[in-house]
């Protein structure tokens, strides 16, 4: 399966200001996801990136406040802007696995992002 | 509509005691899959198994077993003789037609030594 690398791992922020996430994965892939995970809660996808063209966001989330970048078919950043104590979340990637009978979406490790 | 339900939001268990987690879904697509992944304490998600819905054969993995059933619209997962080291959370999730997954709301499980 593929081997996603995702940093930081974790970051304390102030108010106001933004974080980029990197996403970079050992394979090429189509699509890349970047979901958010609030404290206690599940998993909520926030967009989908495609190489070449602009993301595509679920609803609830906006490109002015997680902009997302996809340069190439390995790579992808999300952005977290003008960041508030309500955006303390992990942030996780997610690839879509290799062909085959067991194969299953690969999440990064996650970013723990505490704003205060 | 897509939904994921998991109605134990905490389990806890001793040690070598068999623990079943339960998940029941909702989809309105005839090709679906059905995955399970556990999240430890430290927070990465891993991948465990996945399931497409024409396939009910349930499997045993080590320790490890999983019984899909169409019917009742349930994919369970059950530990047996569950170890400390299987405490995190666990999510059941569904992905239909499109590429978006829905997730269980988790359940937390503690095996107490």
């Known amino acids: 399966s593929a081997v996603i690398s995702q940093k930081p791992s974790r970051d304390i922020c102030q108010r106001g200001t933004s974080l980029t996430i990197q996403c970079q994965v050992d394979s090429q892939v189509t699509m890349m996801f970047w979901y958010r995970q609030q404290p206690g809660q599940s998993l909520t996808l926030i967009a989908t990136?495609?190489?070449?063209?602009?993301?595509?966001?679920e609803s609830g989330f906006v490109i002015d406040k997680f902009p997302i970048s996809r340069p190439n078919l390995t790579f992808s950043t999300l952005t977290v802007s003008n960041m508030s104590p309500e955006d303390s979340s992990i942030y996780l990637c997610s690839v879509e696995g290799a062909e085959g009978r067991d194969y299953g979406y690969t999440f990064g490790s996650g970013t723990r992002l505490t704003v205060v | 509509a897509q939904k994921v339900t998991q109605a134990q939001t905490e389990i806890s268990v001793v040690e070598k005691e068999d623990v079943t987690l339960d998940c029941v879904y909702e989809?309105?697509?005839?090709?679906?899959?059905l995955f399970w992944y556990k999240q430890p304490p430290s927070g990465e998600l891993v991948f465990l198994i996945r399931?497409?819905?024409?396939?009910?054969q349930n499997e045993i993995s080590g320790r490890y077993s999983w019984n899909f059933q169409k019917s009742t619209s349930s994919f369970n997962f059950t530990i047996t003789a569950s170890q400390v080291v299987d405490s995190a959370v666990y999510f059941c999730a569904l992905s239909g037609s499109g590429n978006q997954f829905y997730f269980g709301t988790g359940t937390s499980l503690t095996v107490i030594p």
């Open positions: 990136a495609n190489q070449g063209s602009e993301a595509t966001y």
């Open positions: 989809t309105r697509d005839t090709t679906y899959y």
């Open positions: 399931r497409n819905s024409f396939d009910e």
